[in-house]
Nanobody, 115 residues
Framework: VQLQASGGGLAQAGGSLTLSCAAS????????MEWHRQAPGKQRELVAT???????NYADSVKGRFTISRDNAKNTVYLQMNSLKPEDTGVYYC??????????WGQGTQVTVSS
């Protein structure tokens, strides 16, 4: 199983970026999908989650600015990030959990927001 994340990069404060993460390989049915991030010198934190039926939850720090979505047919999860702030800078990781109890992490994609 492989998770390929893409879409990171450099943005100015107030700008937008969209991340995507596609799961491929021998994978049983995906249940939850998540985005986490890790800023330099800080612990990894949960950013957003989405269930198979598209119920979502967000960290307070990104509510109203970030939107998580998924395409079940493509085993892909997205993170639309608007009104970016310098404190959103970090490495963003996708995570998926299957109904079989397996958990997989993507390789991470760097997001840098300049002030």
């Amino acid at each position: 199983v492989q998770l390929q994340a893409s879409g990171g990069g450099l943005a100015q404060a107030g700008g937008s970026l969209t991340l995507s993460c596609a799961a491929s390989g021998s994978i049983s049915s995906i249940n939850g999908m998540e985005w986490h991030r890790q800023a330099p010198g800080k612990q990894r934190e949960l950013v957003a989650t989405i269930t198979k039926d598209h119920s979502t939850n967000y960290a307070d720090s990104v509510k109203g600015r970030f939107t998580i979505s998924r395409d079940n047919a493509k085993n892909t999860v997205y993170l639309q990030m608007n009104s970016l702030k310098p404190e959103d800078t970090g490495v963003y990781y996708c995570n998926v959990a299957t109904f079989a109890g397996e958990t997989y992490w993507g390789q991470g994609t760097q997001v840098t927001v300049s002030s």
